[in-house]
């Protein structure tokens, strides 16, 4: 009798383990091209594109995502054989837009510079004598500042900034068609 339950446990275990198997959900990795509060839309590597329906998925399991992102999405395809629903998100990667808002400040020159870029757009110089900001946007692989002319505070000019390197504690630009170059750390 103990045998018997032994190998009835034992084909009970593989039941389980062969289903499973056969449920796992197929998953796809790209960018962020387009994302709302209800789909999220990814190019892959190989110049494939992906919509994911959102719309009633877990936040803990798929949050918020910005354009540029890298993820990885596990999905399933819904019973009308069209729609793609998102199960699981995972940024692989993420973009400029969620690392460059903080603080930066260069202190290797002999006085502190720096800049503060806000997540709402807004931006502050630090340490730049009587340099106003106006807002900060992203280009591709540049920084644009809009900066306040002092003759005219109705009056703005751009300044556009090469991004050299971007981390989570790191950020270099250098100013285009100018010897300015910014090397700055995150600061609290």
Do not use: H
Not at 114 to 119: Q, Y
Not at 143 to 169: G, Y
């Amino acid at each position: 009798m103990k045998k018997v339950i032994a190998v009835l446990a034992a084909l009970a275990a593989l039941w389980l383990l062969a289903g499973c198997r056969r449920q796992a959900a197929p998953s796809v990795e790209g960018r962020v091209v387009d994302a709302t509060i209800y789909s999220v839309t990814l190019e892959t590597g190989e110049g494939e594109s992906f919509t994911f329906s959102t719309r009633g998925t877990d936040p803990m399991l798929v949050p918020g995502v910005l354009p540029g992102d890298e993820v990885r999405i596990v999905y399933q395809l819904l019973p009308d054989n069209q729609t793609l629903q998102a199960l699981q998100l995972d940024i692989v990667e993420p973009s400029a837009y969620r690392l460059i808002p903080g603080i930066w400040r260069d202190c290797t020159g002999a006085s502190e510079v720096g800049l503060v870029l806000a997540e709402d757009g807004s931006a502050r110089a630090v340490g730049m004598g009587e340099t106003t900001l106006q807002d900060w946007s992203l280009d591709g692989d540049q920084l644009v500042l809009t900066v306040v002319t002092q003759e005219n505070p109705k009056q703005t000019e751009t300044r556009i900034f090469e991004i050299e390197q971007l981390s989570a504690d790191s950020l270099v630009v250098r100013l285009q068609d100018a010897d300015l170059r910014l090397v700055m750390s995150r600061s609290e």
